[in-house]
Protein backbone atom coordinates (compact mmCIF):
# COMPACT_ATOMS: atom_id res chain seq x y z
CA UNK A 1 0.00 0.00 0.00
CA UNK A 2 1.43 3.53 -0.76
CA UNK A 3 1.91 6.22 1.11
CA UNK A 4 2.45 9.94 0.71
CA UNK A 5 4.25 12.39 1.92
CA UNK A 6 3.74 16.27 1.24
CA UNK A 7 6.65 18.00 2.43
CA UNK A 8 5.97 21.96 2.75
CA UNK A 9 7.83 25.34 3.41
CA UNK A 10 5.41 27.52 5.67
CA UNK A 11 4.28 29.94 3.70
CA UNK A 12 5.90 33.68 3.68
CA UNK A 13 6.07 35.40 7.03
CA UNK A 14 6.72 39.34 8.09
CA UNK A 15 10.15 40.80 7.79
CA UNK A 16 10.89 41.07 11.32
CA UNK A 17 8.80 40.89 14.68
CA UNK A 18 9.80 42.19 18.44
CA UNK A 19 8.97 38.45 19.62
CA UNK A 20 11.45 36.66 17.79
CA UNK A 21 11.17 34.45 15.44
CA UNK A 22 9.18 31.54 16.85
CA UNK A 23 6.11 34.01 16.99
CA UNK A 24 6.51 35.79 13.52
CA UNK A 25 3.00 35.99 12.08
CA UNK A 26 2.25 35.39 8.30
CA UNK A 27 2.09 38.77 6.26
CA UNK A 28 -0.70 39.03 3.54
CA UNK A 29 0.43 37.03 1.12
CA UNK A 30 1.38 34.75 3.07
CA UNK A 31 -2.58 34.20 3.79
CA UNK A 32 -2.99 34.23 0.21
CA UNK A 33 -0.26 31.32 -0.71
CA UNK A 34 -1.53 28.93 2.03
CA UNK A 35 -5.27 29.04 0.26
CA UNK A 36 -3.34 28.36 -2.96
CA UNK A 37 -1.79 25.65 -1.72
CA UNK A 38 -4.88 24.13 0.11
CA UNK A 39 -6.62 25.01 -3.09
CA UNK A 40 -3.79 23.25 -5.18
CA UNK A 41 -3.47 20.13 -2.93
CA UNK A 42 -7.16 19.89 -3.28
CA UNK A 43 -7.43 19.99 -7.00
CA UNK A 44 -4.81 17.45 -7.38
CA UNK A 45 -6.58 14.99 -4.92
CA UNK A 46 -4.33 15.18 -1.92
CA UNK A 47 -6.20 14.75 1.52
CA UNK A 48 -3.56 14.50 4.35
CA UNK A 49 -5.29 12.30 7.45
CA UNK A 50 -2.66 13.56 9.27
CA UNK A 51 0.35 16.25 9.75
CA UNK A 52 3.36 17.13 11.11
CA UNK A 53 3.61 20.66 11.99
CA UNK A 54 6.12 23.02 13.21
CA UNK A 55 5.00 24.62 16.68
CA UNK A 56 6.22 28.03 15.22
CA UNK A 57 3.17 30.74 14.45
CA UNK A 58 3.76 30.96 10.80
CA UNK A 59 3.73 27.55 10.24
CA UNK A 60 0.71 27.07 12.53
CA UNK A 61 -1.34 29.85 10.56
CA UNK A 62 0.17 28.46 7.10
CA UNK A 63 -1.59 25.06 7.79
CA UNK A 64 -4.99 26.52 8.62
CA UNK A 65 -5.23 28.75 5.58
CA UNK A 66 -4.33 25.23 4.03
CA UNK A 67 -7.06 23.42 5.67
CA UNK A 68 -9.57 26.01 5.13
CA UNK A 69 -9.16 26.48 1.85
CA UNK A 70 -8.92 22.42 1.02
CA UNK A 71 -12.78 22.09 2.21
CA UNK A 72 -12.44 19.08 2.96
CA UNK A 73 -15.02 17.64 5.92
CA UNK A 74 -12.61 15.42 7.24
CA UNK A 75 -10.03 17.21 9.76
CA UNK A 76 -6.39 15.18 9.49
CA UNK A 77 -4.76 14.43 13.34
CA UNK A 78 -2.36 17.56 13.69
CA UNK A 79 1.13 17.10 15.91
CA UNK A 80 2.41 20.88 16.21
CA UNK A 81 5.55 20.26 17.49
CA UNK A 82 8.55 22.04 18.86
CA UNK A 83 10.74 19.65 17.94
CA UNK A 84 10.05 20.11 14.00
CA UNK A 85 10.67 23.52 14.22
CA UNK A 86 14.30 23.07 15.47
CA UNK A 87 14.66 19.76 13.31
CA UNK A 88 17.44 19.40 11.24
CA UNK A 89 17.05 16.76 7.68
CA UNK A 90 17.67 13.27 9.93
CA UNK A 91 15.45 14.22 13.02
CA UNK A 92 12.57 15.50 10.67
CA UNK A 93 12.93 12.53 8.46
CA UNK A 94 13.46 10.13 12.21
CA UNK A 95 9.78 12.00 12.93
CA UNK A 96 8.27 11.10 9.62
CA UNK A 97 9.04 7.16 10.48
CA UNK A 98 7.68 7.10 13.37
CA UNK A 99 4.24 8.23 12.16
CA UNK A 100 1.23 5.49 12.56
CA UNK A 101 1.49 2.87 9.76
CA UNK A 102 -2.18 3.45 9.25
CA UNK A 103 -1.74 7.18 7.75
CA UNK A 104 -1.85 6.89 3.96
CA UNK A 105 -0.82 11.01 3.35
CA UNK A 106 1.14 12.80 5.94
CA UNK A 107 1.32 16.70 5.36
CA UNK A 108 4.69 18.09 7.21
CA UNK A 109 4.72 21.91 7.12
CA UNK A 110 7.99 23.05 8.21
CA UNK A 111 11.18 25.12 7.96
CA UNK A 112 14.22 26.02 5.38
CA UNK A 113 16.78 24.96 4.91
CA UNK A 114 15.33 21.72 6.96
CA UNK A 115 12.59 21.03 4.61
CA UNK A 116 14.31 22.07 1.23
CA UNK A 117 16.60 19.90 2.04
CA UNK A 118 14.50 16.48 2.58
CA UNK A 119 12.34 17.49 -0.32
CA UNK A 120 15.88 17.46 -2.42
CA UNK A 121 17.06 14.17 -1.15
CA UNK A 122 13.85 12.72 -2.62
CA UNK A 123 13.20 14.52 -5.22
CA UNK A 124 16.65 14.13 -6.39
CA UNK A 125 17.42 17.98 -6.78
CA UNK A 126 20.93 17.48 -5.17
CA UNK A 127 21.06 21.34 -5.93
CA UNK A 128 18.33 22.64 -4.78
CA UNK A 129 18.97 23.85 -1.29
CA UNK A 130 15.71 26.10 -0.87
CA UNK A 131 12.09 26.38 -1.26
CA UNK A 132 10.29 29.73 -1.93
CA UNK A 133 7.34 30.15 0.74
CA UNK A 134 4.46 27.97 0.57
CA UNK A 135 6.54 25.22 -1.72
CA UNK A 136 5.11 21.56 -1.88
CA UNK A 137 6.78 18.20 -2.53
CA UNK A 138 5.13 15.69 -3.01
CA UNK A 139 6.53 11.89 -2.80
CA UNK A 140 4.48 8.64 -3.67
CA UNK A 141 6.58 6.03 -1.03
CA UNK A 142 6.58 2.07 -1.94
CA UNK A 143 7.35 1.51 1.93
CA UNK A 144 5.70 1.88 5.33
CA UNK A 145 6.73 5.50 6.98
CA UNK A 146 9.24 3.06 9.30
CA UNK A 147 11.39 2.49 5.85
CA UNK A 148 10.52 6.19 4.25
CA UNK A 149 14.05 7.40 3.41
CA UNK A 150 15.09 9.01 0.29
CA UNK A 151 14.96 6.40 -2.73
CA UNK A 152 12.19 4.47 -1.39
CA UNK A 153 9.78 6.99 -3.58
CA UNK A 154 9.40 9.05 -6.12
CA UNK A 155 8.70 12.44 -5.44
CA UNK A 156 7.80 15.80 -7.55
CA UNK A 157 7.79 19.68 -6.75
CA UNK A 158 3.75 20.42 -6.89
CA UNK A 159 4.47 24.47 -7.37
Not at 13 to 18: K, R
Not at 80 to 98: H, I, P, R
Request: hydrophobic content about 45%; proline content about 4%.
Amino acid sequence: MSRTLLLMRHARAEAGHGGGDFDRALDDTGRRQAEEVGRLLAARGYAPDHVLCSAALRTRQTLDGVLGAMGTDAAPEVDYSEAVYSAGTDSLLELVNYVDPDVRTLLVVAHNPTVAQLAAAFVGHGALVSFAPATVAAVELDVEWLYAAPGTGEGTLLN
